[in-house]
């Protein structure tokens, strides 16, 4: 709010400048313009300073709720509500969130009913009692948090808890990924492939097959976080069977894209100067949207995991010109199906599906429990 309150002013000022420029060189206007420009300064400056200091701590005040309500129930998470708020927040502001240390700032971890939990092996075992040796980790896109897995509140019809199911059919633990979005994914790609290390180690079922589920950014945090094993040499990528994204721009966003030409058009301008710095505020994890991952590392511990892309189209046809180019309203199908990844590697569209219906979607679940079939029939054969 106080950077915004800022770019105002100064937007503000050279609309002020420009104007009062032309009287100072009008005969006759010119000692009357000085004074009314006098005047106009003293306002505008006392306007702009009571809304600078009276808004511009809206983010501290905001930590500050959020530590009273922690504090006067011990033990009790947000709500869902809340939670979404706070994510919103770090997708657009996390790296200043995160520099500033903010109590609103997202530190990553593994949430089971809105509550982190901790990567010990006594922890682990108390949280899944029933823990299973195949893990799937679902990891949520920009923006969003783990309960974005869950749904519509009003639970349409179509939607389906991917998590729920892949439980009850294939007999998978889902734990679900809350982390800071707006920091740059490389970053969140090597702090993943960390916790995914330190996951496996304390696991309570020894030699677990781990499956990744990422939606939108969240399969690219997945993607990055395959490059920072190979580089680490860490050994949970031996244990990966499978890896899914959902929406993910692998070629980019054109939406960024476009919000990258915009900021550049904006600056073309002294006045709209103050606008494209406004643009340019957004995360730097938004801002890396608009490149693609490229591909992960080759490394012997990659080669035996299954990359699976599902990519979706508002136009009922996918394969239609129009249906590719709008893609599922945020990323284009050709940017959400292609890759440059060798080896097992999968794509497939559905049509009339948006961007955040991926997550919950009928169909999709029904392909990715096709995948994981398919998975466990390749397994069978190869005990054979």
Request: proline fraction near 4%; charge should be neutral; hydrophobic fraction near 45%.
């Amino acid at each position: 709010m106080q950077e915004t309150t800022k770019r105002v002013q100064e937007m503000h000022g050279a609309i002020a400048d420009t104007y009062f420029g032309i009287l100072r060189r009008t005969p006759l206007l010119s000692a009357p313009a000085q004074l009314v420009r006098a005047a106009h300064d003293t306002i505008a400056g006392g306007v702009y300073g009571a809304i600078h200091y009276g808004s511009g701590g809206l983010l501290g005040a905001a930590a500050t709720v959020e530590r009273r309500a922690t504090g006067f129930a011990p033990g009790k998470p947000p709500g869902r509500l809340a939670s979404g708020l706070r994510s919103a927040l770090n997708g657009a502001f996390g790296d200043h969130l995160a520099a500033s240390n903010n109590l609103l700032a997202i530190r990553m971890a593994f949430h089971v009913g809105g509550v982190p939990i901790a990567l010990d092996a006594a922890a682990l075992r108390q949280t899944f009692a029933e823990a299973g040796k195949r893990l799937c980790v679902f990891i949520h896109g920009l923006g969003c948090d783990e309960h974005s897995w869950e749904g519509d509140d009003r639970g349409a019809a179509s939607e389906v808890d991917f998590g729920r199911r892949l439980q009850a059919e294939f007999a998978c633990t889902p734990l679900y990924l809350r982390y800071n979005s707006g920091l740059p994914i490389a970053h969140n790609g090597a702090q993943l492939a960390g916790l995914l290390e330190e996951l496996l180690a304390a696991w309570p079922q020894p030699a677990s097959e781990l499956l990744l589920i990422g939606h939108s950014m969240g399969g690219l945090l997945a993607l990055s976080a395959c490059e920072h094993a190979a580089a680490a040499d860490l050994r949970w990528p031996h244990a990966t069977a499978m890896l899914i994204c959902l929406g993910s721009p692998n070629l980019g966003s054109s939406v960024e894209r476009l919000g990258q030409l915009t900021n550049a058009a904006l600056n073309l301008s002294r006045i709209t100067a103050p606008l494209g710095k406004i643009a340019a505020t957004r995360s730097q994890g938004v801002k890396d949207l608009r490149h693609g991952p490229g591909a992960p590392r080759r490394d012997p511990a990659h080669d035996h995991i299954a990359f699976r892309f599902l990519g979706a189209s508002l136009a009922e046809d996918a394969d239609h010109p129009l249906g590719k180019f709008v893609g599922d309203g945020l990323v284009t199908l050709d940017s959400a199906t292609a890759h440059v990844i060798e080896g097992d590697v999968q794509s497939v569209s559905i049509g009339k599906l948006g961007h955040l219906q991926l997550l919950t979607d009928a169909r999709v679940y029904r392909q990715i429990s096709e995948w994981i079939a398919g998975l466990d029939d390749h397994q069978q054969l190869g005990t054979r």
